[in-house]
């Protein structure tokens, strides 16, 4: 047999290799060629192929990206709308399951770096409902086919349309009433007083050894109409009065404390960004100018996407909040809080644990003016503009 014949045993030990998922590392997305080792895959690198696929890729390295990431997006959509349909579902359930089929599109060449940003994004472009639990995140499919649309809306005309038809019967049933009701007089209820028209007197036979304990419980049941009537006058009279009773007045340290108490009840958000704040570009997929450089954030798009003014150069750029990160000032510096149970209220940074990576803060706006707080992490403040 020749040495590519279909059924030699290298031909059937390769094909029982190829089987299944392989090491990420090892694969080529340019290619999209799989090697099983470190060796194979070296030896892809350093083939004729590999190089002019790499030299088309330099001309235009966004359009590649861009493509990727259409094509890793619409096959996520298409599994997640076949499998799963309009269910919520986690997100990584869809994402273990897009990865099982051997040529899927790999998330490390398109323009998502992880899964989270994946799951943010396509409840920005309002393509999935997402939302985030202790477990994760969870997405639920949209579906905006023509189809679906106008089965939906033949749905709603028939459930308004029985709406009506029992509105209908309803009203034809009063008007019957109301014609049955005609001519005739509603009979008016008679009040007349209570008379009793026997007379005679209630009279009871007792024994004439019973005679005591009677008189003795006659004088219990006195004494009890007594002590009965006495509180029902005393209750009487403290009605008439009309003097609501005292509330205790709280303090203003308790008032404080509630305060405080309601405000940590407040659960911890997943964004943080606020206008008028100094933030830090963190982000090298920007030019090499940017990096670490100071902006102002002057405007919040989406809860998650920022409008920068960089400091020093004054230019303004979109940006995630992935890619910004809190400027924690000197103290005695004005600082907002971002992020827990103070969010939204203005503070001087009193002091810096190092250790711990948190900040004190005096608030001095509020209701709570002059409150100290400690422990706040650096990631939940950051300098004011």
Known sequence: MGKSDFLSPKAISNRIKSKGLQKLRWYCQMCQKQCRDENGFKCHCMSQSHQRQLLLAAENPQQFMDYFSEEFRRDFLELLRRQFGTRRVH?????NEYISHREHIHMNATQWETLTDFTKWLGREGLCRVD???KGWYIQYIDRDPETIHRQQEQ?????QDLDDEEKTAKLIEQQVRRGLEGKELEMPVYTELNRENKEKVTFKLNKG???SV????QTSVLALKMVEGA???????YCSGQPKKKKKKSALDEMMELEEEKKRTSRTDYWLQTDIIVRIVTKKLERKYHRKKAVVKEVIDKYTAIVKVIDSGDKLKLDQTHLETVIPAPGKKVLVLNGGYRGNEGILESINEKRF???ITIDSGPLKGHRVEDIQYEDVSKLA
């Open 358 to 360: 948190s900040v004190t």
């Open 232 to 238: 029902v006058k005393r209750a009487g009279a403290a």
């Open 91 to 95: 997100n990584n359930v869809v994402y």
């Open 210 to 212: 019973s005679s005591t």
């Open 215 to 218: 008189a003795a419980s006659s």
């Open 156 to 160: 709603e005309r028939k459930k308004k």
């Open 132 to 134: 985030e639990t202790p």
